[in-house]
């Protein structure tokens, strides 16, 4: 595929080049898995009748808004779960995790985490080791925490022996994704020996998945391996890049309502909430999502295949099977993992023209970068990367929400990172 408009260093279009050669048997497994669920999409649109009358804007209470249950059943449907919470109230992925956390644990009871430390926002939500207002821990929920082993991968001898310690532990919180950690994301299936383990023990606590960049990555969803709640962002996978915010919760119907009476009120639940003209977005970033998951999946494999073949160490590799959008790349010092950031920016179709810096973001120990020129603010199913700068130096990227536009992107940063004379192996 030749770049002719942008100017790009002959021997990066010859790897490029290799890469979409090489690349093909592993970019059809992921067309497959993303026909798969468009299917499955598509299906439940026409089952659930979805029509035109679903779009109407409602306003005030948004008592009986049919567009708004029918998004949350499609939803369900998808995902593989009795009932579903969709709202753009629910503000963003940890908003989600946190009302479904609320939702479901009381006073006296432990929240056990069993893929390590959790997504760094929420540690100020548990509030064990970040004490902070409002937090799980003031209103009396305990936390334990299984660290993953050596490989990265879940402890579960630890977990059924934590479980056997502490009657009162009532969820256990499993994370899919590896969020901003060199960890492997867990598949399904992994996800489903968890849930194994766990049963083994006791029947009756809530498995959790965090399900953040995980939808569509897959043929099933964790609810197909017995999990029994789960919860994402909008302005991730399920969104298709066109929700504009909002967040879901989904899983066993008795759960579902519980969070229903933590997001609203105890009585009122689901059943208020206007939808003020979001539906239309939702329902169309659900229908798109399958695809563009696919589209950003084969971008994190083409940046992959690119990046290894200039000596950088991948995570997942190549041609390792995903379970998320995520890609990790180990830049190994400042320099290289700043131009990569800069030339993803300069390929964006929103802010090409900034330069991003390193900067004291709050809450971080480190400095912290972030390339994203986006439609929606800090949406990350769009083409972004992002890294602290510590060791090993590694940039996340993640997202596109088409393969031509991804694949330009990665490109670009390949050739920044040339520019400025911090490319090894070309
Ligand atoms: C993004 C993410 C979150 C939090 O989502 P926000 O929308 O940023 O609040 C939680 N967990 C994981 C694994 C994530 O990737």
């Known amino acids: 595929m030749p770049t002719p408009f ?38 439940a649109f026409i089952r659930h009748r979805v029509s035109e009358a679903h779009f109407v804007p409602t306003t005030g209470y948004g008592y009986g808004d049919r567009g708004r249950e029918v998004l949350e059943e499609v939803f369900a449907d998808v995902l593989g779960a009795e009932d579903a919470l969709v709202r753009h109230s629910i503000l963003c992925g940890t908003h989600a995790i946190t009302v479904a956390l609320f939702g479901v644990l009381r006073p006296g009871d432990v929240l056990l985490a069993a893929t390590g430390a959790p997504y760094d926002t929420l ?38 022996e934590a479980l056997r310690a502490d009657p009162a532990i009532k969820v256990v919180h499993i994370q899919r994704s590896r969020g901003y950690n060199l960890r492997p994301s867990l598949t399904v299936a992994r996800i489903g020996e968890i849930v194994e383990a766990v049963r083994s023990v006791r029947s009756d606590v809530i498995v959790f998945v965090d399900n953040c960049y995980g939808e569509f990555a897959e043929r099933e969803e964790p609810t197909a391996v017995g999990v029994d709640l789960m919860a994402g962002s909008l302005i991730k996978n399920p969104g298709g890049g066109i929700a504009e915010n909002g967040g879901y919760i989904c899983g066993r119907r008795d759960l579902v309502e519980k969070c229903a009476y933590r997001l609203t009120t105890p009585g009122l639940g689901k059943e208020v909430g206007a939808s003020l003209g979001h539906n239309r977005t939702m329902f169309m970033g659900l229908f798109q999502a399958p695809h563009v998951v696919g589209e950003a999946m084969k971008t994190a494999v083409f940046a992959a295949a690119l990046f290894e073949k200039l000596g950088y160490r991948c995570t997942p590799t190549a041609i390792e099977e995903r379970a998320d959008i995520i890609q990790a790349i180990q830049m190994c010092e400042a320099k290289p993992l700043i131009a990569f950031c800069q030339g ?26 972030m390339a994203a020129g986006a439609f929606t603010m800090g949406s990350s199913i769009e083409l972004s990367a992002d890294a602290p700068l510590r060791e090993p130096f590694a940039v996340y990227m993640q997202g596109g929400l088409n393969f031509s536009s991804g694949r330009i992107g990665v490109l670009l940063a390949a050739q920044k990172m040339l520019d400025a004379g911090v490319l090894s192996n070309l």
Do not use: H
């Not at 540690?123 to 660290?147: H, N």
């Not at 993803?344 to 970068?369: C, H, K, L, R």
């Open 6 to 43: 942008f100017e790009m260093d002959s021997r990066l279009n010859d790897l490029a080049e290799q890469v979409r050669v090489e690349m093909a048997p592993v970019f059809s497994r992921v067309e497959e898995i993303a026909d798969y669920n468009q299917q499955k999409v598509l299906s």
């Open 123 to 160: 540690l100020g939500v548990i509030g064990a080791d970040k004490p902070s207002d409002g937090s799980l821990a003031e209103y009396g929920v305990e936390y334990r925490e299984v660290p993953l082993n050596r490989e990265g991968l879940p402890n579960l001898e630890g977990i059924c």
């Open 344 to 369: 993803i920016q300069s390929g964006a179709p929103v802010d090409a023209f900034v330069t991003p810096e390193p900067w004291d973001m709050p809450g971080y120990d480190n400095q912290v970068i």
